[in-house]
């Protein structure tokens, strides 16, 4: 059987699957905490990537080498950039770009040196089952009747993007390059380059806490404290029971 890794970035995030971890089983391991066990039957390793993207590639590799996972899956939050992502709103991604990459003019703008690409896409098969995971797990919440799940490309950067002013541009410099992201945050592309690098599945789902505006730091933190773990247990339980 395949064993899942389920990456969250900060503890609070991870916090309900934990709750819902059998069999557990504590590894400290290149100064972090990896907890191997069962959620619904499938063997699991969850750990935190930390926060930004060399952190989440330290954890991506130890994961892969250490641990034997065949599947990283991200459950966080992350800002909202597109129109009409709201707080509350749940993005399955279909791929990752580094918005703060510019090794210009010696390759063109985002694209990731020695790999002649800027986007890492997303396992097709994976992502469709976080999708499918994400409509279950939304339903199960029963939240308001205009939360929205979206799919599409999301920008991962080591800045926490706090300002409508700053989250314009970035958009719109990510939209000059030709890449429309719905949602920003700060692990995502590392994690998908590392998956690319060992040949194996990643799919990520992002919960809206913020717009990445001028109140973004308030707004994630209250969300963050309060509704992201929720959020990770239903749609991990619905996404074991695809897996
Ligand atoms: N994760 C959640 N909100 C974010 C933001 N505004 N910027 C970067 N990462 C985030």
Do not use: N
């Not at 991604?93 to 997303?122: K, M, N, T």
């Not at 706090?162 to 541009?169: C, F, L, Q, T, W």
């Amino acid at each position: 059987m395949t064993t899942t890794a389920i990456l969250s970035a900060l503890a609070e995030e991870q916090q309900g699957l934990l709750e819902l971890l059998q069999q557990p089983q504590k590894t400290s391991h290149a100064g972090r905490d990896f907890w191997q066990g069962r959620l619904h039957g499938q063997p699991v390793v969850l750990a935190l990537s930390r926060i930004g993207k060399v952190a989440a590639a330290t954890t991506s590799v130890a994961l892969v080498e250490r641990f034997k996972v065949g599947r990283i899956v991200f459950t966080g939050v992350a800002g909202g950039l597109g129109d009409g992502v709201c707080v509350g709103d749940m993005v399955v991604a279909s791929g990752f770009v580094q918005h703060d990459l510019d090794v210009s003019p010696l390759f063109p703008r985002y694209e990731v040196p020695l790999y002649g690409q800027a986007r890492f896409d997303c396992d097709k098969a994976l992502t469709a089952q976080l999708l499918r995971a994400g409509r279950a797990g939304l339903a199960s919440l029963a939240l308001p009747a205009k939360t929205l799940l979206h799919h599409g490309l999301m920008a991962s950067g080591d800045r926490f993007v706090s300002g409508a002013d700053e989250a314009r541009s970035l958009r719109s410099a990510l939209r000059h390059g030709g890449h429309e992201a719905l949602a920003v945050e700060m692990e995502g592309a590392a994690v998908a380059q590392v998956c690319f690098d060992y040949g194996i599945p990643f799919a990520a789902v992002r919960t809206i806490s913020d717009r990445a505006d001028d109140t973004a730091h308030v707004d994630f933190s209250v969300f963050v404290k309060d509704v992201a773990s929720l959020y990770a247990q239903a749609i991990i339980r619905e996404l074991m029971k695809l897996l």
